[in-house]
């Protein structure tokens, strides 16, 4: 193992930052606000609401990695913490 080496971690389940925001507000017990946004918009808004896929392939691969756990449960993970350290509005 190379420590120069950089590697992008994944559980492999990709989604759209508006489906992000669905995931969180449910793990905070809260609803959604999304609100809805014109088509024709431009390169960087679009950039940021399509999905951010990333390719854990190597870590995989050269390292044997594999996630410790889902999307839901990290998401769950950090809302409890979040609403038990005081730090919410």
């Known amino acids: 193992m190379d420590a120069s080496q950089t590697y992008l971690v994944s559980d492999g389940e990709d989604v759209s930052t508006p ?3 669905r995931r969180i507000a449910t793990s905070l017990g ?6 809805p946004v014109p088509p024709a918009l431009p390169a960087e808004v679009e950039r940021l609401l ?3 896929v990333i390719d854990s392939s190597k870590i ?5 990695w594999t996630p410790p756990f889902t999307m839901e449960q990290g998401l ?14």
């Open 19 to 21: 489906e992000l925001i």
């Open 30 to 35: 809260r609803p959604a606000r999304l609100l």
């Open 50 to 52: 399509d999905s951010l």
């Open 60 to 64: 995989r691969r050269e390292l044997g």
């Open 76 to 89: 769950a993970e950090t809302a409890q913490w979040f609403q038990g350290s005081g730090n919410h509005a």
